[in-house]
């Protein structure tokens, strides 16, 4: 596909790639916000509120994920190692198990029920997170090290 020409000069092109990633951000966050803030208000009884939110959300995580990926890059301030994995996934489990007991809670008004459906979220979310941060970082860490040996394997030809 042939790209059009630009009629943005240098720092405008800059400056419109700052703009496009803080709205990128915002609509992440937004959305998420907006479907925790949904799930708590109305629960998990119907799916249909929350159907197009997540979709979008899902694309654009996914989108995000393998767009990073594929060009070797993790994060722009946070370090790639097992002990980022560990701190994100508790925080993740953290709120998980904190939304979710909200939401038990809200529907049984029983602590026993809220209590160990939190941990159970939290404990799944953790692994799963823990799982899945593991499996990124090391396809992440193998694809920066594709990307970096290509222009050695060009200069020898």
């Known amino acids: 596909m042939k790209r059009k020409k630009s009629n943005l000069d240098e720092m405008q092109e800059q400056e419109l790639l700052k703009v496009e990633h803080n709205a990128c951000w915002i609509a992440f966050w937004g959305l998420l916000g907006a479907i925790i803030l949904q799930s708590i208000v109305y629960g998990s ?18 989108y995000l994920s393998i ?12 370090v790639m190692n097992n002990k980022t994995s560990l701190m994100l996934s508790a925080v993740a489990a953290l709120a998980m198990g904190g939304i979710n007991a909200l939401m038990v809670f809200r529907n049984t ?3 026993g029920e ?6 159970i979220t939290a404990a799944v979310t953790f692994v799963l997170c823990f799982a899945v941060l593991i499996i990124l970082m ?18 020898q030809m």
Do not use: C, Y
């Not at 767009?67 to 946070?78: A, E, M, Y």
């Open 45 to 62: 009884k119907d799916f249909k509120t929350l159907a197009g939110e997540w979709a979008v959300f899902i694309v654009l995580s996914v």
């Open 67 to 78: 767009s990073s990926l594929r060009r070797g890059i993790w994060d722009r301030h946070i």
């Open 138 to 155: 090391k396809a992440t860490e193998k694809r920066k090290k594709q990307l970096e040996k290509e222009p050695e394997d060009a200069d």
């Open 114 to 119: 809220t209590a160990s459906a939190a941990l």
């Open 109 to 111: 008004h029983n602590t």
